[in-house]
Nanobody, 121 residues
Framework: QVQLVESGGGLVQAGGFLGLSCAAS????????MGWYRQAPGKQRELVAT???????HYADSVKGRFTISRDNAKNTVYLTMNSLKPEDTAVYYC???????????????WGRGTQVTVSS
């Protein structure tokens, strides 16, 4: 089946940087919008950034100017470059993608298992 696997999480100091990646694999016909979400302890999952198939991006106000989302369509991979990290960025970061499967030719939203990002002060 189709799955998303995140990588790149870790522990960094405030002001530092970190890059995340998420690769989709399986029976994929096409990958539409991809995005990153995060969830801190005791809080709801929130949108961080999204990127459409043609490269249009959206960012949460809290990360605008600091984070950059990008994608490599040939690799079915989405990236999140995080700069000037703050302690409040600490959360589990989840990858999301709208994927048209080879079997159904319908779009389904898939989620990765998440990767922990911890920013220390």
């Amino acid at each position: 089946q189709v799955q998303l696997v995140e990588s790149g999480g870790g522990l960094v100091q405030a002001g530092g940087f970190l890059g995340l990646s998420c690769a989709a694999s399986g029976s994929i016909f096409s990958v539409n919008t991809m995005g990153w979400y995060r969830q801190a302890p005791g809080k709801q999952r929130e949108l961080v950034a999204t990127i459409t198939g043609d490269g249009t991006t959206h960012y949460a106000d809290s990360v605008k100017g600091r984070f950059t989302i990008s994608r490599d369509n040939a690799k079915n991979t989405v990236y999140l470059t995080m700069n000037s990290l703050k302690p409040e960025d600490t959360a589990v970061y989840y990858c999301n993608a709208g994927i048209v499967t080879g079997a159904s030719r319908l779009t389904y939203n898939y989620w990765g298992r998440g990767t922990q990002v911890t920013v220390s002060s």
